[in-house]
């Protein structure tokens, strides 16, 4: 199966695309489009979004129709990253009319996934603009999407946070519970050879003995803008640090001007909505 070029790192599209179609397609049969639709009819369709949104996901979508009829012709007439008007039209396909309504829903449900997390995501950029501060995205992602996922927030303009447990430490209050203090996890996650430490800290008391023992950035979690301007300025550029914990669209503009150098937002992946996006086929 020869798919169109499109490479994530960690993310194998064409392994994707045969488990997706597998699940929806279960003994291999499609039994309404082989019942109704004769096995030489063509349709041509165009995708459309009914919402404004920030599109994601579209090589993806075109996989699925490449990946039941290669010669199917599709025209993209958006990129991934584009924001666009409700009623854009976003993709032009012209092929088998079975593949096409085959793989019709696979191709649907991840466009609108992903662009949904992508716009809620420029949300979020918009309204901390001019401030300095970097919103990033978390692993609150739905367990085997996480890399796509993430590839939305940044086609929302976020920058991606840990991918995993693996490239980064990220102490929180259950190692420090098990260290002892805030000091000593540190100090064993420098003993072990850890580059990035990111050090969850939620009392100003906590700031010093991490810096000292070593922390590479401070997770400043569920302080109020005033907390957070004073933890900044304690810090004083010594590492980056992060407001983490119940940032709100409403909320986030406040907690950008104290001064951090990120946001951490967990509902661009936890709780965006799916964007309104349809395809209308018909025969040629």
């Given at each position: 199966?020869?798919?169109?070029?499109?490479?994530?790192?960690g993310?194998?599209?064409d392994?994707?695309?045969?488990?997706?179609?597998?699940?929806?397609l279960g003994?291999?049969?499609d039994?309404?489009s082989?019942?109704?639709?004769?096995?030489?009819a063509?349709?041509?369709g165009?995708?459309?979004?009914?919402?404004?949104?920030?599109?994601?996901?579209?090589?993806?979508?075109e996989?699925?129709f490449r990946?039941l009829?290669p010669?199917v012709?599709?025209?993209?007439l958006v990129?991934?990253g584009?924001?666009?008007?409700?009623?854009?039209d976003?993709m032009r396909?012209?092929?088998?009319?079975r593949?096409?309504l085959?793989?019709?829903?696979?191709?649907?449900?991840?466009?609108q996934?992903?662009?949904?997390?992508?716009?809620?995501?420029?949300?979020?950029?918009?309204?901390?603009?001019?401030?300095?501060?970097?919103?990033?995205?978390t692993?609150?992602?739905?367990?085997?999407?996480?890399?796509?996922?993430?590839?939305?927030?940044?086609?929302?303009?976020?920058?991606n946070?840990?991918?995993?447990?693996?490239?980064?430490?990220?102490?929180?209050?259950?190692?420090?519970?098990?260290?002892?203090?805030?000091?000593?996890?540190?100090?064993?996650?420098?003993?072990?050879?850890?580059?990035?430490i990111?050090?969850?800290?939620?009392?100003?008391?906590?700031?010093?003995?991490?810096?000292?023992?070593?922390?590479?950035?401070?997770?400043?979690?569920?302080?109020?803008?005033a907390?957070?301007?004073?933890?900044?300025?304690?810090?004083?550029?010594?590492?980056?640090?992060?407001?983490s914990?119940g940032?709100?669209?409403?909320t986030?503009?406040?907690?950008a001007?104290?001064?951090?150098?990120?946001?951490?937002?967990?509902?661009?992946?936890q709780?965006?909505?799916?964007?309104?996006?349809?395809?209308?086929?018909?025969a040629?």
């Amino acid at each position: 199966m020869s798919l169109p070029t499109f490479t994530l790192d960690g993310f194998d599209l064409d392994a994707f695309v045969r488990a997706t179609l597998a699940e929806d397609l279960g003994t291999g049969r499609d039994v309404t489009s082989e019942a109704v639709i004769p096995l030489d009819a063509r349709f041509e369709g165009v995708m459309d979004s009914r919402d404004a949104i920030i599109v994601a996901g579209l090589p993806i979508a075109e996989a699925f129709f490449r990946a039941l009829d290669p010669d199917v012709e599709i025209e993209r007439l958006v990129q991934d990253g584009e924001r666009v008007a409700a009623g854009t039209d976003l993709m032009r396909l012209r092929g088998n009319a079975r593949a096409m309504l085959t793989a019709e829903r696979s191709a649907l449900n991840t466009v609108q996934h992903l662009s949904g997390i992508a716009t809620l995501t420029r949300s979020y950029v918009d309204r901390i603009e001019g401030t300095g501060a970097t919103l990033l995205d978390t692993r609150k992602t739905i367990p085997g999407l996480r890399i796509v996922e993430k590839y939305a927030t940044r086609m929302g303009g976020a920058t991606n946070h840990r991918m995993g447990l693996w490239d980064a430490a990220m102490i929180k209050d259950n190692h420090v519970a098990v260290a002892g203090s805030v000091e000593e996890a540190v100090r064993r996650a420098v003993a072990a050879g850890v580059e990035r430490i990111i050090v969850e800290v939620d009392r100003v008391d906590q700031i010093e003995p991490a810096l000292t023992a070593g922390a590479t950035h401070l997770l400043l979690d569920n302080m109020d803008p005033a907390s957070l301007r004073g933890a900044v300025i304690l810090v004083g550029g010594r590492v980056p640090t992060e407001a983490s914990g119940g940032v709100r669209l409403e909320t986030i503009r406040a907690i950008a001007e104290t001064g951090v150098t990120y946001i951490s937002v967990g509902r661009l992946t936890q709780s965006a909505p799916a964007a309104d996006i349809g395809l209308d086929f018909a025969a040629i």
